[in-house]
């Protein structure tokens, strides 16, 4: 009798320990997801490419920028992406923490380049962006927030 109670414990571990080891991985590729994303959205920062951001867009993104601007929706957010020129975009620090289909990255983005006036611009700033799990399984980013950095 004690093996049999024994043999089931073991059992009983064993389920749990695939159930915790089943959950871990869609959170680290849910992780590996976002970050991708995160890196898209700088490479299209840095090659002024709307392609490579629009579809990161969820399409009632709003987006808090660093001198108060909300950006409300993915054209406004793209409108004003096309309008900057960056010669250097570079995010590091990025952190990703999911919860469950969504997600919030956070890191720090430095670039410097021209406005749409043509004025040089060199910025520095602590992000935070929210993601959702969109149907089909893609990451659209819902939410953005820029804080300035002092340099």
Known sequence: MRLKACVVSLLALGALAALHGAAAAPADSAEQAVRAAE???EKAQLTNNLELLAPLLADRVVIT???GTVL??????LA????????SASETDLQVT???HAAVATGTF??????ASGKTITTRVRFTDT???APGGHWLCVAGHDSPLKN
């Open 39 to 41: 890196r898209q959205w």
């Open 65 to 67: 920028t660093e001198d």
């Open 72 to 77: 409300a929706g993915k054209g406004a957010v």
């Open 80 to 87: 004003d992406a096309k309008g900057t020129t960056w010669s």
């Open 98 to 100: 999911v919860f469950g």
């Open 110 to 115: 430095a670039g410097s380049g021209h406005d």
């Open 131 to 133: 993601w959702i799990q």
